[in-house]
């Protein structure tokens, strides 16, 4: 994934409700589940043992972000009014994403 993927927002208020939350819940959720068929794809195994610890990194964070993303998705549905208390959840979830993708980029850049 060559763009660099974000999660800004300029207003609190942006992402106070649970459909915007949830909108965007999904779509990262489709970009880790295209992320990490990358990290399985021929162009990304590793050559050295370094980059063969870092991909199995990068794989399991992929996995906690996606199991991250269900839970967080799955509160939402399921509590009404709940974004203002998943807020922080949800925050700092954007914030691993972020990570994440920059992670897989460099990783990339790599091998």
């Avoid at 370094?50 to 992929?62: G, I, P, S, T, V």
């Amino acid at each position: 994934m060559e763009q660099i993927l974000t999660a800004t927002f300029t207003k609190q208020e942006d992402i106070q409700t649970s459909e915007l939350q949830l909108q965007r819940l999904d779509r990262n959720l489709k970009d880790i589940g295209q992320l990490y068929a990358k990290l399985n794809s021929y162009m990304c195994e590793p050559q050295t043992y370094n980059q063969f610890l870092r991909l199995d990194e990068l794989k399991e964070e992929a996995k906690v972000l996606r199991d991250t993303n269900r839970s967080i998705s799955s509160k939402l549905r399921k509590e009404p009014n709940s974004a203002a208390r998943c807020y922080r959840l949800f925050l700092n979830y954007l914030q691993g994403f972020d990570v994440f993708v920059s992670d897989v980029a460099r990783y990339v850049k790599t091998v």
